[in-house]
């Protein structure tokens, strides 16, 4: 293992010795085999085989896709599986902690806490912008992980991205990067600058503009290194064979995923238009990504009127400064 990287990972997961599958511990180089090595069923279905625990193809496919190397490129059974592995990866229980910016997604403290991993809160600011200054001072030795969605869920906006690389140049441990809608704005993607920050860390999913949330695939771009550990504390066939056959049949067709985007970036704002007429509807906050965070004057009651009507929407006035909000 090389050294640069050691003060981020536990010990424990360092010194492991991860588990083999028996895909692993062969490696086919083309020919024609008799396999006995995994306990299969021999008869011939679609579906007797073990899935490619490495996931060959689908990460060729992806890393030439994103422009980045395989091995820069993790896969996960959704973005929330990588977030609760890089959790685990990454923080000693009852001694380190992570960090997230609220109003966020619900997921990191859910997976934190999950693991007895504590979680330090540092609200956002001003029109939901980042603290920098009060996250770099709250940091220390232990914060071992810090949570970025952007554009950011549930408030929609994208974040400034020069604030953004102020953060990763001056956090001493990882910045998650979660562009789960990163295909709805014009910002470039952050993993152009994973060469160059090698605490960066992006995730993006399937599961939004690809219209795929039914496969369960999330893809993780990092420095080998980070990767590596992923990969150690990883089950052992976590990507199955639907999801991978699926997912390369998803990436030949890209030109509709763009289409779909610009319909629902076209309806969004025919919808932000309408909305603007309703003297209950007190404000429209900027979105960047394919949902919009509004503040009515009472979000349960009209949250209420809208399952009247079949209309499920999410009332996300629980979540810090969202008060009286509503996704939808
Ligand atoms: C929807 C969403 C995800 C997607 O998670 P999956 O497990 O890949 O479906 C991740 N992060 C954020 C911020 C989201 O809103």
């Keep these: 293992m090389k050294p640069k990287f050691n003060r981020f990972f536990r010990k424990s997961i ?6 083999k599958s028996a895909r692993e511990e062969y490696k086919n180089e083309g020919r024609e085999m008799i396999l006995l090595d995994a306990n299969e069923n021999p008869f011939q279905s679609s579906f007797n ?6 996931q060959v193809d689908l990460k060729s496919r992806i890393a030439s896709w994103k422009n980045v190397r395989s091995d820069q490129l993790y896969l996960s059974n959704g973005s929330d599986e990588f977030i609760s592995q890089i ?17 966020t997604f619900g997921m990191y403290k859910v997976s934190a806490i999950t693991y007895g991993v504590e979680v330090k809160e540092i609200p956002l600011i001003l029109n939901f912008q980042l603290d920098t200054n009060a996250i770099l001072q709250a940091a220390n030795e232990k914060s071992k992980i810090i949570f970025i969605p952007t554009p950011n869920n549930p408030t929609a906006n994208s974040f400034d991205a020069a604030e953004i690389e102020i953060i990763i140049k001056n956090f001493s441990g990882l910045v998650v990067l979660d ?18 920050y090698s605490n960066l860390i992006v995730c993006q999913t399937f599961s939004k503009a690809q219209g795929m949330a039914g496969i369960r695939l999330g893809m ?5 290194e980070i990767i590596e550990m992923l990969n150690k504390i990883r089950t052992p066939y976590n990507i199955n064979s639907l999801t991978q056959r699926t997912a390369l049949l998803k990436l030949k067709n890209q030109e509709e995923v763009k289409k779909e985007a610009k319909i629902i970036l076209r309806e969004k704002d025919r919808l932000i238009g309408h909305l603007k007429e309703f003297n209950f509807i007190q404000k429209v906050f900027p979105s960047d990504a ?4 509004i503040r009515v004057d009472n979000s349960s009651k009209r949250y209420n009127q809208l399952i009247e009507m079949n209309i499920v929407v999410r009332n996300t006035s629980n979540q810090f400064g969202c008060e009286n909000t509503l996704r939808i």
Excluded: Q
């Design 49 to 54: 085989r073990y899935p490619d625990p490495m």
């Design 14 to 19: 360092l010194e492991l010795d991860p588990y």
């Design 220 to 224: 993780t771009f990092a420095n080998e």
């Design 179 to 196: 562009e789960a809608y990163i295909e709805f704005t014009d910002n470039p993607s952050f993993i152009e600058m994973l060469e160059k």
């Design 87 to 103: 959790i685990i990866a990454f923080c000693e229980p009852g001694e380190d902690h992570i960090m997230i910016v609220p109003p």
């Design 290 to 293: 394919n949902f919009i965070l």
